[in-house]
T-cell receptor, first 112, second 108 residues
Framework: EPEVTQTPSHQVTQMGQEVILRCVPI?????FYWYRQILGQKVEFLVS????????KSEIFDDQFSVERPDGSNFTLKIRSTKLEDSAMYFC??????????FGPGTRLTVL | RKEVEQDPGPFNVPEGATVAFNCTYS??????FFWYRQDCRKEPKLLMS???SGNEDGRFTAQLNRASQYISLLIRDSKLSDSATYLC?????????FGTGTRLTIIP
């Protein structure tokens, strides 16, 4: 069964540094998502991406965040200048029609 | 008011028992509804979709009441492997909105 994959599994960075989290969605899916989960809290929507543009974003997804599908297979989340409060699990998901597609295993981001 | 509200638990239930979880949601325009399961430090995994007519998948039964904006999940004959956090999830347009989850531990 096809899966969403994410790299790295764990990223440690210094506050103020840029990070790029990578995802490979399922190949025939058209909708791509990023969610995050701060330790002990609920899963929160960040952004959805369709037809090479952002279709919806949450209040969390401010100017420090950007997404890109650089080569038709990868889907990336960039955080330009990380803050301590960006420490969380970041999950990528994809779906064919919009909705409940599978999630990747996540990247644990630790900002020191 | 929280968008999706669940009792956080924990629920500690003996093996073989029946356990029920409930959830309410605030957005009456929500389009589809799900229960996800999340194991510790893992990604959420879809357990089942929820329909107004009610639906069953083995030991699991889900029900949606649109008028009351209420979703339920029933687990019968619980197994040790059912221990996890159960997430009530509502789909609005292109995003999923998650509840905080209900922690379930099945006791041998």
């Amino acid at each position: 069964e096809p899966e969403v994959t994410q790299t790295p599994s764990h990223q440690v960075t210094q506050m103020g540094q840029e990070v790029i989290l990578r995802c490979v969605p399922i190949s025939n899916h058209l909708y791509f998502y990023w969610y995050r989960q701060i330790l002990g809290q609920k899963v929160e929507f960040l952004v959805s991406f369709y037809n090479n543009e952002i279709s919806e974003k949450s209040e969390i997804f401010d100017d420090q965040f950007s997404v890109e599908r650089p080569d038709g297979s990868n889907f990336t989340l960039k955080i330009r200048s990380t803050k301590l409060e960006d420490s969380a699990m970041y999950f990528c998901a994809s779906s064919a029609p919009p909705g409940s597609g599978p999630f990747g295993p996540g990247t644990r981001l630790t900002v020191l | 008011r929280k968008e999706v509200e669940q009792d956080p638990g924990p629920f500690n239930v003996p093996e073989g028992a029946t356990v029920a979880f409930n959830c309410t949601y605030s957005n009456s325009a929500s389009q589809s509804f799900f229960w996800y399961r999340q194991d510790c430090r893992k990604e959420p995994k879809l357990l089942m979709s929820v329909y107004s007519s009610g639906n069953e998948d083995g030991r699991f039964t889900a029900q949606l009441n649109r008028a009351s904006q209420y979703i339920s999940l029933l687990i019968r004959d619980s197994k040790l492997s059912d221990s996890a956090t159960y997430l009530c999830v509502v789909n609005e347009q292109e995003k999923l909105t998650f509840g905080t989850g209900t922690r379930l531990t099945i006791i041998p």
